[in-house]
């Protein structure tokens, strides 16, 4: 019994490699199509500017470079893809990492205040409920930069609102990544002590006398952190996607930001561009294929662990 344990977990080791080689495969066939491609309808016929032949040669091409490790050694602006993949991916991977956790550290206390106010009720409570989720995510993003500049400008903050010269422009990405998390972990941790507050073992402590802050450590604190870990790959996904609209807004450069500069071929040569953004697009993929395993390993963890309080 014993030995079928490590064999079912190199099974699906095995099952989850073969299909990120695939799906890197697929990444790179796709985009290898020139970022200048264009298809015109004139005359009643379609006219391309590039030919399948010259498609399948980058196909190729990259296939070859990438699976060779050739194409983190392609120059680009006095240094390499590899160079600026792996100062890109730290960025990214920074402003990410302490988006979420910064999303926990007011997610958790904001959803511990809304339970203590769930008998209240008020079009403000309403408001503060649903605004985090019914705005747009982009004017969520416009107000913290339109606030960034606006304190930068009149020199009443020291932290600038766009681009990157140090570690202070990582601030406002950081906080406009946590919104959406906070908001979903506040709400997880709220949704979570309202059902727990209905089960026998925490009746019977409140009528034993049981402290509020007692029963928040001893019987609400587990069940709280199993259903942030249940709802992991939905707030992973969401932050993956904000991820985007952050860095372009606030210019700061990091994997979506040069992935867009490359499909705009605004690094100049037009074939390299191509291959940059033929590698920061399997490296956006890898990336959110390993964050969204991980959530949902660790809710595939947190879910039977739940279910035998």
Request: hydrophobic share 50%.
């Amino acid at each position: 019994m014993k030995r079928e344990i490590p064999r079912e977990i190199l099974k699906r080791g095995l099952k989850k490699l073969l299909f990120l080689l695939l799906l890197i495969t697929l990444l790179v066939l796709i985009t290898s199509v020139p970022v200048n491609f264009n298809l015109d309808y004139y005359d009643g016929d379609f006219q391309i500017n590039t030919t399948w032949q010259e498609i399948q040669g980058h196909m190729r091409e990259n296939l070859v470079l990438l699976y060779s490790g050739r194409i983190f050694r392609v120059p680009l602006d006095n240094r390499s893809l590899g160079n600026l993949l792996g100062v890109s991916a730290l960025r990214s991977f920074t402003v990410f990492f302490f988006g979420l956790l910064l999303g926990l550290l007011w997610g958790v206390p904001k959803g511990l205040l809304d339970r203590k106010k769930a008998h209240k009720k008020g079009t403000f409570k309403t408001l503060q409920k649903i605004l985090p989720f019914s705005l747009p995510e982009i004017l969520v993003v416009l107000g913290i930069q339109m606030l960034g500049a606006y304190l930068y400008r009149n020199q009443w903050s020291p932290i600038p609102h766009a681009g990157y010269s140090s570690w202070l422009n990582m601030i406002y990405p950081i906080l406009a990544i946590s919104v959406l998390p906070g908001a979903l972990i506040a709400k997880t941790t709220a949704e979570a002590i309202q059902e727990m507050a209905k089960e026998p073992y925490i009746l019977v402590a409140k009528g034993k006398g049981c402290s509020p802050y007692r029963l928040l450590r001893v019987h609400y604190s587990r069940g709280i952190l199993l259903e942030i870990i249940g709802a992991f790959p939905t707030i992973l996904v969401t932050m993956f996607s904000s991820l985007v609209i952050i860095e372009r807004m606030f210019y700061f450069p990091g994997l979506t930001y040069y992935l867009v500069e490359f499909y705009r071929n605004s690094m100049g040569n037009v074939h390299r561009a191509g291959i940059g953004f033929t590698l920061f697009i399997v490296a956006l993929g890898v990336f959110y294929f390993i964050i969204y395993h991980i959530a949902e390993f660790m809710k595939s963890w947190a879910l039977p662990a739940r279910d035998k309080q």
